[in-house]
């Protein structure tokens, strides 16, 4: 069993947004999390999304931000948003910068002491959060895709191509695609993997791209007034990579967006209607 404990429920489009919080086996620490629940789960379980949050955000921020509840309860998907590191454990220099440690566990397992004792985010989004889903609410972890912004989009396209059997879709919005060559996942995957090199590409988009068996479209929508695109986020290079591969990546480059929730909204209902359409088919 994985009980949960209820922080708060709210209605919403006619179902429940809620906020909640699990005794993380994967993180060994209390982990948190919200769930949208659709009005269609009323009567029946349903498709689930994940959905992962960037830098400095929590397990609320993709859902006070992106305004995707109004779709998911058009199209009856659960949305399920997992905070974006351990918080209750505190272990030295976590906080000494924004863009690692806390609020930014970016989706990965640690390796290296002392990050590996907590750092286990990856196990969490894709082996116990479905868990926790299934024995808690009416989701149906059959069909469950997922998406993620920024750092969450670099989480959702590991989880995908990692564990493609898992996911019958995911996209996302301005995704760090090659963490292994560019600033924050440099930093990051130095102090959670150290120097094993086959670490970091199994935890990298763009080197995952050549040996991964997931088959199908990829949505990525990028904002080009993005101030991370050309240091941090290098959309491109994951184009490049699933060249040959059965992987089709849709990048869509919009002019005058930037890297904010702003964009986030415009596009949200395109994604989540992709996701719905996979979900929701035989
Ligand atoms: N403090 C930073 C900016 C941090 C930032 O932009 N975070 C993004 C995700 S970046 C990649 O993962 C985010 O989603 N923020 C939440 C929001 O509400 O916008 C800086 O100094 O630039």
Redesign the pocket.
């Known amino acids: 069993m994985l009980p949960i404990e209820t922080i708060a429920e709210r209605p919403c489009f006619g179902g429940v947004q809620g906020t909640y919080r699990v005794a993380s086996q994967a993180c060994a620490t209390p982990m948190r999390f919200s769930v949208f629940r659709p009005p269609q789960a009323e009567v029946r379980r349903v498709p689930v999304v994940y959905c992962l949050?960037?830098?400095?955000?929590n397990e609320e921020?993709f859902m006070i931000?992106a305004g995707a509840q109004r779709y998911a309860a058009e199209f009856g998907l659960m949305l399920v948003s997992p905070d974006t590191s351990p918080r209750e454990v505190r272990i030295p220099g976590d906080d000494e910068s924004?863009d690692f440690g806390l609020g930014a566990g970016f989706y990965v397992d640690a390796v290296q002491a002392p990050w590996s004792a907590h750092y286990r985010m990856q196990s969490f989004v894709a082996d116990e959060l479905p868990r926790v889903v299934a024995a808690n609410f009416p989701g149906n972890v059959d069909r469950q895709s997922i998406l993620g912004?920024?750092?969450?989009g670099h989480g959702a396209l590991v989880c995908a191509l990692r564990y493609p059997e898992r996911y019958r879709a995911v996209s996302a919005f301005a995704p760090?695609v090659a963490p292994s060559q560019v600033p924050w996942g440099e930093k990051a995957f130095a102090k959670f993997f150290g120097d094993d090199k086959r670490v970091w590409a199994a935890n990298d988009a763009t080197a995952l791209a050549a040996t991964s068996v997931f088959s199908g479209e990829i949505l990525i929508d990028q904002g080009l007034d993005d101030k991370?695109l050309r240091t941090q986020l290098l959309p491109y290079k994951f184009v490049v990579a699933c060249e040959g591969t059965r992987i089709a990546p849709r990048l869509r480059e919009h002019a005058g967006y930037d890297?904010?929730?702003w964009f986030i909204q415009t596009f949200i209902a395109d994604h989540l209607r992709c996701h719905a359409d996979r979900l929701y088919r035989d």
């Open positions: 949050a960037g830098l400095e955000c921020t931000k924004w912004h920024s750092m969450g760090i991370f890297h904010s929730y």
